[in-house]
């Protein structure tokens, strides 16, 4: 049934070159970058290259959780394009922990703290948070890319035509908070989580295609433009979503959002941001009733996804054959997968999946 319905969204071939010829192991990585390009090019813009020093100030250091966590509050600054600097605030949480003793860390993107966020569960099952709020980085807003980090990469607000928008942004400042605590001796780089829900959910996965330090990517509610497919989508579609959010994305995302059937005549769908996650791991969420954003279509897109892994020797997408019930989980394989009951939200059921297949 699942090869039937996915035949039904003609999605354009994973597995051929840009070239036309065969995607092998040896070849993946010239793929993956071939994807990460096509969907640069067309929707996300293009993530500048970083090569400058990242530095991290700790203004403060407390316990929290009633004893079972430290809490330092940072000030990120790093080196920007036009001889200035950005700066911006973070937060790292680590649990108490032994002497040489090292712990899964998930970078959260974050739009406030409060009701996505059961930190002291998150910290008693063991695991490190570093977070941003993403407003911190780049205003979730038409500003002409005037303030926050926009200005330090635009001139004058005028973008190329392929020259990042916001989601591209806050993905970049999910890289620069991990190069500010990644040297840390507690952190388990086998485990290093990106996480963000609804268009933090876009952003976690486009932030963990571009940086393969993210060994997992949870990706919670992302939708259209997100992990679910374009292609038969019900719900959010391109037109919509690139007419009120112009500024998350590139402005060529304008020419391919005319209509459905541009955004569905593309050389691209979101299996390929799925896919350029692999061969590392990547959890997607859905929850029953977000049907703007497709849970079925954010399933279909690992299902169509999976072969990347299996081309890799890796356990892909293990799910069964048909579309998911409320409460079906799919943890077996490298890519996984849930759908709860309820609405669009970052929940604490969510956040307690997505920690056990870390901590796995
Ligand atoms: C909606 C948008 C979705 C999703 C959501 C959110 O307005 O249409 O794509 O990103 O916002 O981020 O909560």
Redesign the pocket.
């Known amino acids: 049934m699942i090869t039937e319905l996915l035949e039904q969204r003609n999605l354009p071939e994973l597995l051929l070159h840009n070239d036309g010829t065969p995607v092998t192991a040896e070849t993946w990585e010239r793929r993956r970058l071939e994807l990460i390009d096509v969907l640069a090019e067309h929707q996300y813009g293009h993530m500048p290259a970083f090569t400058g020093s990242v530095t991290s100030q700790i203004v403060s250091e407390k316990s929290v959780a009633a004893g079972n966590a430290a809490r330092y509050d940072l000030i990120v600054t790093f080196p920007t394009p036009f001889g200035e600097r950005f700066t911006f605030p973070a937060c790292l949480t680590v649990p108490v922990h032994a002497e040489g003793e090292t712990l899964p860390l998930m970078v959260y993107i974050a739009f406030r703290y409060d009701e996505f966020y059961p930190l002291e569960e998150i910290l008693g099952k063991g695991i490190a948070v570093a977070s941003f709020l993403y407003q911190d980085v780049a205003a979730d807003r038409e500003d002409n890319y005037q303030e926050g980090i926009a200005p330090h990469y635009i001139k004058d607000g005028v973008r190329e035509p392929n020259q990042w928008g916001k989601i591209g942004m806050w993905a970049f400042a999910a890289s620069r908070l991990l190069d500010a605590v990644i040297d840390r001796p507690f952190v388990d780089r086998t485990r290093i989580g990106v996480i963000g829900h609804?268009?933090?959910g876009?952003t976690a996965a486009w932030a963990a295609a571009n940086d393969t330090r993210f060994t997992h990517a949870f990706s919670n509610n992302s939708?259209?433009?997100g992990i679910a497919l374009t292609r038969g989508k019900v719900g959010?579609k391109f037109p919509r979503?690139a007419s009120?959010?112009p500024y998350w994305f590139c402005e060529n995302m304008q020419t391919i959002s005319v209509s459905v059937e541009a955004s569905e005549s593309t050389p691209f769908d979101q299996h390929f941001l799925a896919a350029a996650i692999a061969p590392r791991k990547l959890y997607a969420g859905s929850a029953l009733r977000d049907s703007?954003?497709d849970g079925y279509s954010e399933y279909l897109s690992l299902a169509a996804a999976s072969p990347a892994w299996e081309l890799l020797g890796c356990k892909g997408f293990l799910a069964k054959p048909y579309l998911p019930q409320p409460g079906d989980q799919y943890t077996d394989g490298s890519v996984a997968y849930h759908l709860r009951e309820g609405i669009?939200y970052l929940s604490r059921e969510d956040w307690m999946k997505y920690i056990e297949f870390l901590k796995k």
Do not use: D, P, T
């Open positions: 609804s268009r933090l876009k939708g259209c433009s959010e979503i009120v959010f703007w954003a669009h």
